[in-house]
């Protein structure tokens, strides 16, 4: 299955080509719009290289050009582009999988794309990241049985360490002191972006604070997941005074002096550069939720993961590379466009983590189940 993966010399994409060269059943293409750092991956990937630019209006004609049968796409950020890659991956008649965190990109994306892969016979996932493929498959697993969930809440908690991206930067930024709707005790309210930091708790981690942010997960899970009243996500940097930053830079935002955060990506990027020798190699990620057992009683549990060794940033490239390996295995899919909600298993996630000597555990009525 010739797999071209867009953006595939950035941090995420180069991460997957790492993970997918050589793969049985895998031709591995990276591309990119830079030749030279393109090749340069391909050739420590054993892989071929193109020169792609995604804005490109004949990106349609280059993909049915190159063969691709699966178009991976990780050139963000997801929160302004339209959809002319996958439309342009359905034209070449090509699956498709995204890394998108845009909120309106992800949501909208089932409804407006599925006709077009459904007519071609192939599958198209966005999201394909820990939102909402690894938050929805944890949330499956902790709530398999149970009769209703009435409360979801979760944090990611980078290491300051990790590498970040000015695309990432910028994407953090763009809702920065935004207005979000958050589903909150069974009805839509707004909230702010990065504004508001409470403490959290982590099992392997020291507490941070952690701010809301807006992820497609915030609309999605409401309507997935029946009944529940409350779903919240937060982000928890490791340095106070980067997410205290955040929080000052949302409230010039709401007060009218900023109103474009996403344009000090750069600045914000570098500077958190130098904040690297106050933080760690250690992130990690915790999912709570809250309804009622199989049996009818309360139930409460949460689930931690820890990432040492700036490890991190391979899980938000899993889901990709665990769907793209299916593929390549010839698995049944149904064709059409999806959301990565309940694409995957936790039990698929575990031989990654463990790749990468990640530690998850569930915790219930505070006693700790390692390895579950």
């Not at 009243?229 to 930053?245: D, I, K, P, T, W």
């Amino acid at each position: 299955m010739k797999t071209i993966v867009l953006g595939g010399y950035g941090n995420f994409g180069s991460r997957i080509c790492r993970a997918l060269a050589n793969w049985p059943g895998i031709e591995l293409v990276v591309a990119g719009r830079s030749g030279v750092k393109a090749a340069a991956l391909a050739a420590e990937c054993d892989a071929a290289s193109a020169v792609i630019d995604i804005t490109d209006e004949h990106l349609g004609r280059t993909l049915t050009a190159l063969g691709a049968e699966l178009v991976i796409h990780t050139a963000g950020p997801f929160q302004e582009q339209g959809y002319a890659v996958a439309l342009a991956s359905a034209a070449a008649g090509a699956h498709y999988i995204d890394l998108a965190d845009g909120r309106r990109f992800v949501c909208d994306f089932a409804a407006t794309l599925d006709p077009w892969f459904r007519r071609q016979g192939r599958k198209a996932v966005t999201g394909a990241s820990t939102v909402p493929a690894l938050s929805s498959a944890v949330i499956d697993h902790l709530t398999q049985g149970w009769r209703s969930v009435s409360e979801i809440d979760y944090c990611i908690a980078p290491a300051q360490t990790a590498p970040r991206g000015i695309a990432t930067m910028a994407s953090v930024l763009s809702y920065c002191g935004a207005p979000i709707e958050v589903w909150h005790g069974g009805r839509w309210e707004t909230q702010y972006g990065w504004c508001a930091p409470s403490r959290v708790q982590f099992a392997r981690l020291k507490p941070r604070i952690g701010a809301l942010c807006d992820i497609p997960d915030l609309e999605l899970f409401p309507a997935y997941y029946k009944g529940v009243q409350s779903v919240m996500f937060r982000a928890a940097l490791e340095v106070g005074v980067s997410q205290r930053a955040l929080a000052v830079i949302g409230a010039l935002r709401r007060w009218g002096v900023i109103s474009r955060p996403e344009g000090l990506a750069g600045f914000m990027d570098r500077a958190a550069d130098l904040l690297d020798p106050f933080g760690s190699a250690l992130g990690g990620m915790v999912v709570r939720v809250r309804g009622v057992d199989g049996a009818g009683v309360a139930a409460s549990l949460a689930w931690h993961i820890a990432a040492d060794d700036d490890n991190g940033p391979e899980i938000p490239c899993m889901p990709a590379i665990l769907l793209a390996r299916r593929l390549a295995a010839g698995a049944p899919f149904e064709a059409g466009a999806f959301t990565s909600i309940s694409q995957l298993t936790l039990a698929e996630f575990e031989p990654e983590f463990a790749k990468w000597n990640m530690v998850s555990e569930i915790v219930a009525n505070n006693d700790a189940l390692k390895g579950e």
